[in-house]
């Protein structure tokens, strides 16, 4: 047996490890987080998405980033297509409540392999420039120890090799938070929350906004408004899990 082999059997002695989702010993497995059983519960999204919201569409229903959909058609969103991994529900959810409240920062890992391993970030690596987080104001950074937004991008620019951007935009307002709030009240809550230092480091760029969850879409506009008045080409929102409603509140 390996050094590393050792090591390992020792610390699972002491430190076992267990499926963070169902609670199945991983020690007798390869597995570091989640089982291969739940991995698999995580949905894949092959169903064809409007690009420029992110809705499914049905098998006779087509879209494009300019037009969009029908659940899209005639709003208006600073950003210029959206992008996402899986629904925020189940297995994936768990994992984001446990990453993000729980401060279980180690499962970030877990999380960017689900993100690299996706055939859609590989999709739309090719039409962006920079990579750029949707950021934490500093109070609420510095209560929870990390940005999961910035985890993730670092996972994205380790696995890409784009450049990594994290403190040209900043959130200069503490927000609430957006999840009981109504449509007017996200709207007002957010606006003037977001801040860039420098925009001549974003000007003609085509960026990559990323977050790890998406529901009404108001955050992921409200932050590219601030990066198209900056001077960006274009902002490409790439979310992890996205609400299962088909339609957005922007």
Same mark, same amino acid.
């Given at each position: 047996?390996?050094?590393?082999?050792?090591?390992?059997?020792?610390?699972?002695?002491?430190?076992?490890?267990?499926?963070?989702?169902?609670?199945?010993?991983?020690?007798?497995? /390869?597995?570091?987080?989640?089982?291969?059983?739940?991995?698999?519960?995580? =949905?894949?999204?092959?169903?064809?998405?409007? =690009?420029?919201?992110?809705?499914?569409?049905?098998?006779?229903?087509?879209?494009?980033?300019?037009?969009?959909?029908?659940?899209?058609?005639?709003?208006?969103?600073? &950003?210029? @297509?959206?992008? &996402?991994? @899986?629904? !925020?529900?189940?297995?994936?959810?768990?994992?984001?409540?446990? &990453?993000? !409240?729980?401060?279980?920062?180690?499962?970030?890992?877990?999380?960017?392999?689900?993100?690299?391993?996706?055939?859609?970030?590989?999709?739309?690596?090719?039409?962006?420039?920079?990579?750029? =987080?949707? $950021?934490?104001?500093?109070?609420?950074?510095?209560?929870?120890? &990390?940005?999961?937004?910035?985890?993730?991008?670092?996972?994205?620019?380790?696995?890409?090799?784009? $450049?990594? !951007?994290?403190?040209?935009?900043?959130?200069?307002?503490?927000?609430?938070?957006?999840?009981?709030?109504?449509?007017?009240?996200?709207?007002?809550?957010?606006?003037?929350?977001?801040?860039? /230092?420098? $925009?001549?480091?974003?000007?003609?760029? /085509?960026?990559?906004?990323?977050?790890?969850?998406?529901?009404?879409?108001?955050?992921?506009?409200?932050?590219?408004?601030?990066?198209?008045?900056?001077?960006?080409?274009?902002?490409?929102?790439?979310?992890?899990?996205?609400?299962?409603?088909?339609?957005?509140?922007?």
């Amino acid at each position: 047996m390996s050094i590393s082999a050792y090591v390992s059997s020792f610390l699972d002695f002491f430190y076992p490890r267990y499926c963070m989702y169902c609670n199945r010993n991983l020690n007798d497995t /390869n597995e570091q987080h989640l089982c291969k059983d739940c991995t698999k519960q995580i =949905p894949c999204i092959h169903a064809a998405c409007c =690009p420029r919201c992110g809705a499914t569409l049905g098998p006779y229903i087509t879209a494009t980033p300019q037009e969009g959909c029908s659940a899209c058609r005639g709003k208006s969103f600073y &950003f210029d @297509t959206l992008t &996402f991994i @899986t629904y !925020y529900n189940g297995v994936i959810k768990t994992l984001i409540h446990k &990453f993000k !409240y729980a401060k279980h920062k180690f499962l970030h890992h877990t999380l960017v392999n689900i993100v690299t391993t996706d055939d859609k970030l590989s999709e739309v690596v090719p039409h962006i420039d920079i990579i750029v =987080p949707i $950021p934490l104001h500093w109070l609420k950074k510095m209560h929870r120890g &990390f940005n999961q937004s910035e985890l993730l991008s670092a996972g994205i620019h380790k696995y890409t090799g784009k $450049p990594l !951007y994290t403190n040209n935009l900043r959130r200069i307002k503490n927000t609430v938070s957006q999840t009981q709030l109504s449509k007017t009240q996200r709207k007002a809550n957010i606006q003037n929350a977001f801040f860039v /230092n420098n $925009p001549r480091m974003f000007k003609g760029k /085509n960026i990559l906004l990323v977050d790890d969850v998406l529901t009404t879409g108001v955050t992921a506009s409200e932050c590219s408004k601030k990066l198209k008045n900056a001077g960006a080409a274009s902002v490409h929102v790439f979310i992890l899990a996205k609400a299962e409603s088909n339609r957005l509140a922007v």
